[in-house]
Each structure stands twice: as C-alpha cells, then as structure tokens.
C-alpha cells in the first residue's frame, strides 16, 4: 500500500546552495542520470535501482522528488561510506541500505 506522496522540502533545507547544480541532472534519462550518479558517488546499478525502488514504495511518486530524495540520501552518507570503503563502489552490507534510508526519512522528516 502506498503512502501519500511524500514532502520534499525538508530534503531541501538539508541541501547546500551549491547543490543547485544537480537540478541539471534531473532531467538526464535515466542511464545518463545512473552513470552521472556512479561518477559522483560511487554507487552501483543495483544500489541505485533499490533507493529508487524504495522512495517509490515509500510514496514518492514524482520521478523528480525521487532523484532529489536520491541525491540527498546520497549525499548524507557519501563522505562515511566512501572513506570506510576502499573498493570500486559504495557498500551498504546486508541490510544495510533499508536501515540506512529509514534513518534518512526519520531524520529529515
């Protein structure tokens, strides 16, 4: 059962001014978006298409309002994730990444 659609202005009060510079990305097909999000943040196909399936699940239906909820979940764990990881991609271990985007929704509203 899907939930109203979720809020997304609590997600940008969480962004930085420079993060403006991703609304070009929003538009990208989504191969174009993927590869874009793999450059940045060294995420793999499969992790993208489970954040992406999760924030659609959760209610998120607008594919823009996902990609900002992407990008924002990306970012909040980027910098930990990236500097505990040595290998090619990001890594969230077994059941690592749903417990990681509830703590996201909890915190941010």
């Not at 001014?17 to 793999?38: A, G, I, V």
């Not at 979940?73 to 749903?98: A, C, M, P, Y």
Request: charged share 25%.
């Amino acid at each position: 059962m899907k939930v109203q659609s979720a809020n997304v202005r609590p997600f940008f009060k969480n962004q930085e001014r420079k993060s403006f510079e991703h609304y070009k990305y929003l538009n990208m097909p989504d191969l174009q978006f993927f590869s874009w999000c793999n450059q940045q943040y060294k995420v793999n196909r499969g992790v993208y298409n489970t954040i992406d399936q999760w924030f659609y699940d959760f209610g998120i239906d607008n594919i823009y309002s996902r990609r900002i909820q992407l990008l924002a979940f990306l970012d909040s764990v980027k910098e930990e994730l990236i500097e505990s990881n040595q290998s090619k991609f990001i890594r969230f271990g077994h059941g690592g990444l749903t417990k990681r985007l509830n703590d996201f929704i909890q915190a941010n509203g």
